[in-house]
Each structure stands twice: as structure tokens, then as C-alpha cells.
């Protein structure tokens, strides 16, 4: 069941000077998303991905295209019960405590009193910052904010939560815990949509990735299936006990090699000239060590799609 | 229109003003005013008693205006500027609801300040012995009127602008509403026709905050009819509606 569609999304900003063209933020984007998943929005900064949240929240109108949510309009009031959200950088009332402020955000919400009380103290326990409930939020370090803006994200329950770089600018131990979190919410049965520009994050919990760049979506499909296609994976095999020098037709065929002492260690383009380098260290009377297939990363991904010359271009302005 | 996210907008509005300081200043401020009468009228030899109700009127008055307009041209504005608005328009509440509960907390703040600065002026009046008469009541009714007035002028100036530029549009059209009756003289001795027709303009769109100022007359213990006190009351809190309503409606269209 799809949770999110959004089909031929286009957006333009006035360049804000006359007789300038305007700045195409959006550029005839689509993608889906289904229930129960963890899907991140990967790309660069200026790429889309917030005014692609802000459309899908209802903060901000498209010039054309469609989203649903729920398979209702974006905007729909009464669709915004069912998601959590939470802003990039966000700046939240700094006069509350974080206890009036997750109050004050569930009875938005539409919770009453009673189920409020028990539902502030279990999140702020959640995000770790109970013994903060009573300190006014101007005294909050830029983590605590980021996690207690979870938890207003999260105050209601929703069934779909959206996140604007929920790990933006926060220190290792901040990124595990949002990282914790937004695992915690697909074992609820949750859909999280995030979007990100920290490859490690994206590739490290998500289910599916839509990559976006200069208002367009180049890629989208599950991790691994990503990183894997059309391009045949490279191995590295490493050996003792014979020198590359020794034989030549491995030389012909890697594309690096490297020797430190009596190891060795050779690149080959793919999985069918494997068993002819392992054939010829055995037949030279070497030991084989390892032989480990190169998988790419999502960065080398994201990278590539980056330098592809017509993202090159348009991001030059040529 | 459900009332409950209005309510929940407004007393957290309310909440954020008790907790600024801007408003104990201003407050502060008008509380000085009013000690200054009493020091004023010792200095005087006669009207003693008119000194101390003419300048505890324009205390209520100068101190309500000034928090209507430097409270009122953040209500929105500042929201925007701080990006607190993503995520409350992020939860199952109308943009209308968002402005008619700001609107309403920056109310309840008001009705507060203009009871307590009534209860100083009426404190002042007892230790002096000033007679309190019913046309300070009306004179008190109408300044509160004009205060929502210019609430919803920056309320309105606020949904598109920036809180500077809603200050100055705010403070201009204040000043041009008291002015509105010079404005028709004006008009009407012009030799030109399209300076007649931009000021007749002017004077027909601007509120004519002249026509709830009855602080002089009511220093002088001179009442207004009650049919003046109406109609004067039904002018101000339709122009303060028509104003918000408008508020909502360029609210509505607005992409953050």
C-alpha cells in the first residue's frame, strides 16, 4: 500500500531580480513510498529534498504534479493526524519547557490531558532527556532540540513520520540515537521518510533510497539493488608465497596490484577472471589469503550520478 | 471550526507574552505615566483632578497601543521568521484556526494589561479622592475597542511583511486614524481633483480611530450617549474583523 505518491512534481522559485529566469527547484519529480518502510531522500544541498517535504507537509504549493498522502491531497487537515513531522534545523518555542512544549504540540494533536501525561514523560524517557522535562528549551544544546523535536514528531503516534535531516549537525552518539529511533519506529510498524545528505546514515538503516538531484529523481529502489546494477562488481584477492612478477597473465588481467613482502594483493574486474587468478597462484605453488568482492558503496553511487555530465552541467550552469 | 486548536494557539500565545519582556516594560512603562499625574497635577494650580484622569486615560491608552503593536506585528511574522509555523501547520489545524488563535491570545494579554492599569488608575483616583464617573468606564470600553483595532492591524500587516515593516505600516495607519477627520477637511478645500479623490480615498479606507477617542470628555466627567458608545463599538470590532478575516485569507495563500 502506497503511503506517499507524488507524481510529476514541479516547483519554481522567482530569481527575485527582474527580467532573471526563475530557479527551478522541482523538476517533474515522482516517487512512491509503502507502508512500513524506512525510505530516504539522498541528495546534495539545493537538490529538493526540503521544498519536496514542505509540498508534501502542505507548507509550500507545487506548480504542477500531484502528492497524495493516505491517498489524500497534501495539505489535508485532517490527513496531518496520521504524520509526525519534523523541520530541518528546527526552532521551536524557547520559552516552554520540554514538557509544555510536547504538551502544547499533543494537544495540537487532539489528545487530551490524561493521555498526555503518561505520553510526555514515556517520549521525553524515550529520547533520553526526562531529567530535562522542566528546563525551558533556550537551555537545550543543539542535540537535545533535534530529539526533543522528535518527540513532538512523534507525540500522536502517527502512522507516517517525515524528517528533514534528522541527524544535521549532530555528534556521533546524537546520530546513533535518532539512528535508533527511526529504527524503533519501523519495528512499530511506522513509515518513516527522511531525507539526508549523510550517505552513511541513509545506507546504513534504510530500506529503499530515492536519490535527488537538481529537482529530479536519478535513482530509486532498495540499497543493495542500487548499488549492484549494471555495473559488474570488482574482487580482490589476495595471495602469499609467489610474486605478481612471476605471473604474467595476472598482470594482464587486474586492474591494481600490489605487493608488500611476500603478500600480494590484485584487483580483477569481475567474478569469472577469479577462478583463472586462484588457478595460477596454485599452479605457481602460492597461498591464497582472501578473495573479497568489491562492493560499491551508496557514496560511490551518489558520487557517479553526481559527475554524470548533464547533473555536471546543469550544476555549472553550462 | 473546531475552537479547541484556536484555544490551545491562544493560550500558548498568552503564555509567550507573559513571558517576554517587552511586555513588563511596556506595562511598566504606562504605570509610570500614571504615577507621573499624580506628580503633575501637585505641580498645578487648579484641575487636579482632570490632570490625573486625562493622563491615567492616555496611560491605559498609550500602554494598550504600544503592546498591541509591538506584541502584535510578531504574532505571525515572527513565526515565520523563526520557522516555528512548519511544524504547527504540520499538525490537524487550519491556517484560519492558527490566526484566530494568535489573534485571541494577543487579546486575552491585552484585557489582562487594561484591567490592571484600570485597577492602578482607579487605585490612584481613591487615594486622591478623584470622583470616578461613568464616562471613564466608557472611555476605558472604547480605548480597549481601539486596542483590538490595532491588534488586527498588525495582525494583518504581519501575515505578509516582515515585523519591521509591519511596525512602520502599523504606527503609520494609527497615526493617519486619528488624523482621518483633517483628512476630510482636507479633501474637501483641494483644488485638485485627484487629490481629492486619493485623500476622500484614503480617508474612507483608513479606520477613523478619532471616533473612539472620548478620553477628553470623559476627563470632564461628560458622558457619551449610549447609542455614540454602540454604534462607535460595532465600527471598531468590524473593522477588527474585517481586518483578521482578511489576515486569514492572505495567510491561507502563503507558501513558507
Known sequence: MNVIRVDNLTKSFKSGWPGRPPVTALDGLSLMVTHGEIFGFLGPNGAGKTTTLKILMGLMRSDSGTVEIFGQPAGNVAVRKRIGFLPESPYFYDYL??????????????????????????????????????????????????????????IHDPELVVLDEPMSGLDPLGRKQVRDLILGLREQGKTVFFSSHIIPDVEMICDRVGIVMKGKLLAAGRVDELVGYSHTQSVEIVW?????????????????????????????????????????IRSHGGRLVSVTPQKRSLEELFLREAKKPEIFNEAVGA | ?????????????????????????????????????????????????????????????????????????????????????????????????????????????????????????????????????MALFQAVELIFVEVLLVTALALFFSTFTSSSLSA?????????????????????????????????????????????????????????????????????????????????????????
Open chain 1, 97 to 154: 519547557t520540554a514538557g509544555e512544549f510536547l504538551t502544547f504540540y499533543g494537544q495540537l494533536a487532539g489528545l487530551d490531558r490524561s493521555t498526555l501525561k503518561g505520553r510526555v514523560s514515556q517520549l521525553l524517557d524515550l529520547v533520553g532527556l526526562l531529567d530535562a522535562e522542566h528546563r525551558q528549551l533556550r537551555k537545550f544544546s543543539k542535540g537535545m532540540l533535534q530529539r526533543v523535536g522528535l518527540a513532538q514528531a512523534i
Open chain 2, 168 to 256: 512602520i505600516m502599523t504606527i503609520g495607519m494609527y497615526v493617519i486614524g486619528h488624523l482621518t477627520t483633517d483628512m476630510k477637511g482636507f479633501a474637501q478645500n483641494s483644488q485638485s481633483e485627484a487629490i481629492m479623490a486619493f485623500v476622500t480615498g484614503l480617508y474612507y479606507l483608513c479606520p477613523n480611530l478619532e471616533s473612539l477617542n472620548i478620553k477628553g470628555q470623559a476627563a470632564t466627567g461628560i458622558p457619551v450617549t449610549l447609542t455614540y458608545q454602540a454604534l462607535a463599538t460595532g465600527y471598531g470590532l468590524l473593522y477588527a474583523t474585517i481586518l483578521v478575516v482578511s489576515a486569514c485569507a492572505i495567510f491561507r495563500k502563503r507558501d513558507f
Open chain 1, 240 to 280: 602469499e608465497g609467489v610474486s605478481p612478477a612471476r605471473m604474467g597473465s595476472v598482470q594482464k588481467i587486474a586492474t591494481h596490484i600490489l605487493q608488500r613482502g611476500m603478500r600480494a594483493l590484485a584487483v580483477v574486474p569481475g567474478q569469472h577472471q577469479v577462478d583463472d587468478v586462484v588457478t595460477m
Open chain 2, 1 to 133: 471550526m473546531t475552537m479547541q486548536p484556536i484555544l490551545v494557539i491562544a493560550l500558548n500565545t498568552f503564555r509567550e507574552n507573559l513571558r517576554d519582556k517587552i511586555l513588563y516594560n511596556l506595562l511598566f512603562f504606562a504605570v509610570l505615566l500614571m504615577g507621573a499625574s499624580v506628580l503633575l497635577a501637585d505641580l498645578t494650580i487648579m484641575e487636579h483632578h482632570k490632570i490625573i484622569k486625562d493622563m491615567g486615560l492616555a496611560a491605559i491608552n498609550l500602554g494598550g497601543v504600544m503592546i498591541a503593536t509591538f506584541v502584535g506585528i510578531g504574532l505571525v511574522s515572527k513565526e515565520i521568521e523563526r520557522r516555528t509555523v512548519y511544524t504547527i501547520m504540520a499538525r490537524p489545524i487550519s491556517r484560519a484556526q492558527f490566526i484566530l488563535g494568535k489573534y485571541l491570545g494577543l487579546v486575552i494579554t491585552l484585557s489582562v494589561n487594561v484591567v490592571v492599569m484600570m485597577a492602578v488608575f482607579l487605585g490612584t483616583m481613591l487615594l486622591y479622592r478623584v470622583p470616578v464617573q
